[in-house]
């Protein structure tokens, strides 16, 4: 890289933070860039945006599918200003949950406290933006205190939220959007996290202490004798009730990462580990940069998935993959989806159906264990 | 790999060739998509691909920098539907020349011949194509007779043209876009090759051997004595002579391959082999999915070009490389410019006039041979 | 996509299960290895790999900078034979703590329990896998029953082991260590997981969830009402202690991934959440496919994460990144370490001295707390 | 990248050719890198390197198959010190022909010429190597007057080989290599040009204009006249004389580009041109880093080429490609080669048999358009 040449004068701090803001970005429908995919994206990985367009604007969100459908994140997408296109599909009921890695959320909260990300260069000297306070996640930039002042808001959440012993991530981060609607007025407008609970969709993290709000809930620990702490179970067991809950099953699935893994874990678990024929996902849909043939989770494909069971065997036609940064590929995909047919469907709002989901989980499971069925007889 | 199913059931003929007709998209300027690229892609590739949008559309076609211009292709652009693109710049006077493989320009042979290719799959059993006759380009599906008649209608071309003896590839592809004109009525709507000729827009292909043309060409040679050769020689000079004509010089580079040096070695040679300080190009835009750190040319930087004078050391700022499959890129960025202000110019129409730059770049050289200055004393 | 035909015909069961046995290959220190590392890989990603070489070998290693070394792992290494180069390294004391994700320790306990992964293909027939019963990873395959007999395994021992209220992902993986170490003798030279209890690494998993064991605590707690639970604050805690604890830090990044974040944030946790000044890493070798350019943490670089505060920005010439499977260049790696002059280190056994790094840890960021100082000012 | 930070304090010009001498290794066919490579790279693109040795030191060197082996090179391998390996295949008669960039021919002339490329950093100020007259290719740096120089004794080369009208690149090639051989003693040892030449290698450029070689052949005939000239038709036709004398036919790709097409159109010009059916390539070995996803032919993979008839549909069990960055897998395999059973076999010398091969395809061609079979019946 750089494609801008290193040792360039030097900056001040201010030209570092000279950039435009990055807002949340709302897709409108636009009938223009609906057309583009249409017909002008024809082959090649243009072809497969087109392809996972029309399967999720034509198939998963078919009202008679009633397609339970799993948004994951990895990748700075909050950083990036996507957080628009994720909030436009929650207010309108077209994803019914999100696992995301740690840090989209905890960059998320800048946008919600009103701070500014503001737009760069990744070609920039970092020792200097290190001496003058300024962080960089790829180019975009913003101050150090952001950081500080984000945390300092985490904390105080913590202490005000009673929050004490284990608790899925999906209710601390319910818990914090709870705490950003009625502090922030307006917020859900510009705030993932803020937005999800409004519209009652659970967030998972993979990783919950791989972020700087993971961070702090182990700083409460120690520093102040918290109980409060993350408990993986919990996660793993509520996304397994929201799969078996599904009457279809389909995710979209922004880059990659732990959140994939995540997600697809959940069809093998209810098969191998509980004993319930669930079968695989019917739809996948993934827009990543990483390559199959480097053997990573990330890039392998639908069909490496099928051995495993996390893909239907049959529906290998609704599974497609299309190799694009998400920051250019995601917004096409959401104006597609808002500019189609069923643009809009009912909420789950499953985060108020958690406790319910796991106890349907545990009923089956235990019906499974009394009446064991032999593997693969399904 | 495979994000189909291999192994699925045998498909016939027909249905690998069932797939929608690829066409020769033409953008018409949306304000939405110009709306998108300015206000949404903000960060990470979408940033660059709007940096890319605004080099071009506010800085090399503004009319007072008078930007000698030139593009590019490597990859399977023509057989993507992407001409359509590249016909609406040339149309508009946006660029000044081509720089393509051999197998662009065969493959926009099949469009201007009215040949149809066919949007399919890249999952699909190659050794049963292969067996029923279905030519794939990743996941563009024809059937072999669109080879061997487009073969068969160069060859022809080749015995009428009266051609005979040493030539730039600019002649031949010039001579066969006329060809086309005559034969093929309105085909400049649907073939570069045909568009290039009747807008004056020379094109070149470094690698002249390299595709069906060349091939057909050496047929001829081999088997009825024709001395009609490619002549690399003129195609070196005439590209130095036409950089070197140039007010401000840019590129947009699509890809990267051979094209893209063959363009980006202009410079160098005016510098290094005819002594003449140019300088390098003001402006340089790259689409590619290659990485620099794999250290080919394709993934070369503009700074590592500045090195080798190819970049001019002050224009760093005005150089942008997008990592994005150029199928979805390049059309995005085609909509950009056709709804910018200055989406025309006055076609320079530089095929007339290659000779009389050729005679002022041999000029200059022999004024530089004759009053030579110290290297690098510009 | 494959190299290989799809719909080549069918392969039996016993076909897809013929491949030879993938084992822990052990490095022995070549010279030959020494010598092409030195005087062949001079350039490109080749010298890259020298450079990281030299790195560890001639600075890492050298006694007198004592420094702490991490390694993470992300990507399919156990599955691959890899876990033999990590075991040599464990074994002689070169890293002295490994962050993994849980599908690396969960396929480790296939070769501790002495079942058998084989050489395969990618260029299979996942639908036929899936009938068969053959789990495929990339081109690795075997029966599924490998995992439904290390699931059990996995929960006898949760059963056995006591274990219950929330613990460290290094304790429930020493814990299982132990339990290895007790009913496979001689394990400990074909299982990291075993080889870690018995020479006293603490192993961690940044996505506790993410993998079979944490289904299996998952099911335990739903079906047991086991209070078994990871805990992820006393990861954070741990890892931040064990860093503080470093005279000098060091990482060997494979891969990337939440592994390679959770390593690199023990730094700014320590500033910005502790506000003890300790300072980024002193050295920085990553292996990796991913790259920057898609802005993703795998890919992002060492000077990226000097504005953060987790690399001292005076050494940046001490951190490399090579470009390369780590299947290939971590081995060579491995060889080159073992056939160098600093082969040997005293083992730190950090895994029975986290109570007491941890309680240095509070120590510190309560005098901080008591003694606050301005950010910036070290 | 930068993972060294820019803006680090300035080097003079000594400090940038301050590294390690480029030396041109030569492998010697170690046993322990033949057991690692058989017995440590065991899955992913180990193995596929793995594969690829044992394909070639197995059955395409099996002196029964009596393999026509071209070799094609793309990306900057002489400058990073490869050739060595190439001399080392060519001295023992491992490769039949080679195809390769001009760059890397240009650039193999500095060390036959005894100037001195240096190891270095992709991580440096372009600008300030432009002011010091330091050139740099990724991370390989050596001073502007190579260039001058090696272009100079082109020149000399030129005006002195009597060399006059349209010759093959093959042909321009070799009189420069006995114009090394004779000028500079023992440059055989350390120039793949001169090597070639000695031992009856021919060598071939896709993109005869796209160097400085071919730059300066143009220079020759602006301005001096000559009437000196890469004739590709010749080219085309030795290449597919070649190839068609070939009892089974094979190729090593590094890297990919226009001489990975230019190797593989030998086939499909036979059929599709010619009408002679050869059939298509018996092994195909490519080590890459593009990806199959781009669409670009580098990428492209021998299953597609099978629908083009370049590849033969029967032996996609010998068809490998490893994704690696060729600076560290073709060292590792030209070790594995020269250390296995069958590493020599009898020099073919076809630079001196072209005009004979070229002469049968003329007669095969002949009676193929005097009894013309239709496509698909052979």
């Given at each position: 890289m750089p494609h801008r040449a290193p040792g360039s004068p030097g900056h001040s701090r201010?030209d570092h933070?000279?950039?435009?803001?990055?807002?949340?970005?709302?897709?409108?429908?636009?009938?223009?860039?609906?057309?583009?995919?249409?017909?002008?994206?024809?082959?090649?990985?243009?072809?497969?945006?087109?392809?996972?367009?029309?399967?999720?604007?034509?198939?998963?969100?078919?009202?008679?599918?009633?397609?339970?459908?799993?948004?994951?994140?990895?990748?700075?997408?909050?950083?990036?200003?996507?957080?628009?296109?994720?909030?436009?599909?929650?207010?309108?009921?077209?994803?019914?949950?999100?696992?995301?890695?740690?840090?989209?959320?905890?960059?998320?909260?800048?946008?919600?406290?009103?701070?500014?990300?503001?737009?760069g260069s990744p070609f920039v000297n970092d020792v200097e933006l290190y001496e003058q306070?300024v962080?960089r996640?790829?180019d975009?930039?913003?101050?150090?205190?952001?950081?500080?002042?984000?945390?300092?808001?985490?904390?105080?959440?913590?202490?005000?939220?009673?929050?004490?012993?284990?608790?899925?991530?999906?209710?601390?981060?319910?818990?914090?959007?709870?705490?950003?609607?009625?502090?922030?007025?307006?917020?859900?407008?510009?705030?993932?996290?803020?937005?999800?609970?409004?519209?009652?969709?659970?967030?998972?993290?993979?990783?919950?202490?791989?972020?700087?709000?993971?961070?702090?809930?182990?700083?409460?620990?120690?520093?102040?004798?918290?109980?409060?702490?993350?408990?993986?179970?919990?996660?793993?067991?509520?996304?397994?009730?929201?799969?078996?809950?599904?009457?279809?099953?389909?995710?979209?699935?922004?880059?990659?990462?732990?959140?994939?893994?995540?997600?697809?874990?959940?069809?093998?678990?209810?098969?191998?580990?509980?004993?319930?024929?669930?079968?695989?996902?019917?739809?996948?849909?993934?827009?990543?940069?990483?390559?199959?043939?480097?053997?990573?989770?990330?890039?392998?494909?639908?069909?490496?998935?099928?051995?495993?069971?996390?893909?239907?065997?049959?529906?290998?036609?609704?599974?497609?993959?299309?190799?694009?940064?998400?920051?250019?590929?995601?917004?096409?995909?959401?104006?597609?989806?808002?500019?189609?047919?069923?643009?809009?469907?009912?909420?789950?709002?499953?985060?108020?159906?958690?406790?319910?989901?796991?106890?349907?989980?545990?009923?089956?499971?235990?019906?499974?264990?009394?009446?064991?069925?032999?593997?693969?007889?399904?």
């Open positions: 201010t933070l000279s950039g435009r803001p990055i807002t949340y970005y709302r897709p409108k429908g636009s009938p223009d860039i609906h057309r583009l995919l249409d017909d002008g994206f024809q082959a090649f990985n243009a072809a497969r945006l087109s392809e996972a367009c029309r399967i999720y604007a034509d198939k998963m969100l078919r009202p008679e599918h009633d397609t339970m459908i799993g948004l994951t994140v990895a990748g700075a997408l909050t950083p990036a200003g996507l957080g628009g296109c994720i909030v436009e599909l929650m207010e309108r009921g077209l994803i019914d949950f999100l696992i995301s890695t740690g840090a989209n959320l905890y960059h998320d909260l800048h946008y919600a406290l009103n701070f500014t990300l503001r737009r306070g962080i996640i790829y975009v930039l913003f101050p150090a205190k952001v950081l500080m002042e984000t945390d300092a808001y985490i904390r105080e959440f913590l202490g005000r939220s009673g929050l004490d012993g284990p608790v899925a991530t999906s209710e601390l981060h319910y818990r914090l959007g709870r705490d950003l609607l009625e502090r922030q007025s307006g917020c859900e407008e510009y705030s993932v996290v803020a937005a999800a609970a409004k519209y009652g969709v659970p967030i998972y993290t993979s990783s919950p202490g791989d972020s700087s709000i993971g961070m702090n809930v182990a700083y409460h620990e120690l520093m102040h004798g918290s109980r409060l702490m993350i408990d993986p179970n919990k996660d793993v067991n509520e996304i397994c009730a929201i799969v078996l809950a599904g009457h279809q099953n389909g995710c979209i699935i922004l880059g990659g990462g732990s959140p994939k893994n995540f997600y697809l874990q959940a069809q093998p678990t209810l098969w191998e580990v509980y004993n319930i024929p669930k079968g695989g996902n019917d739809y996948f849909i993934q827009m990543t940069t990483d390559q199959v043939v480097w053997g990573g989770l990330s890039g392998a494909t639908p069909a490496e998935a099928v051995s495993w069971g996390k893909v239907n065997p049959g529906v290998l036609p609704d599974t497609v993959v299309c190799y694009c940064d998400s920051t250019i590929a995601f917004p096409l995909f959401a104006e597609y989806a808002v500019g189609s047919q069923w643009n809009r469907r009912t909420r789950r709002e499953l985060v108020h159906r958690r406790d319910e989901l796991v106890a349907t989980l545990k009923r089956e499971a235990e019906a499974a264990r009394d009446n064991p069925r032999p593997h693969g007889e399904e």
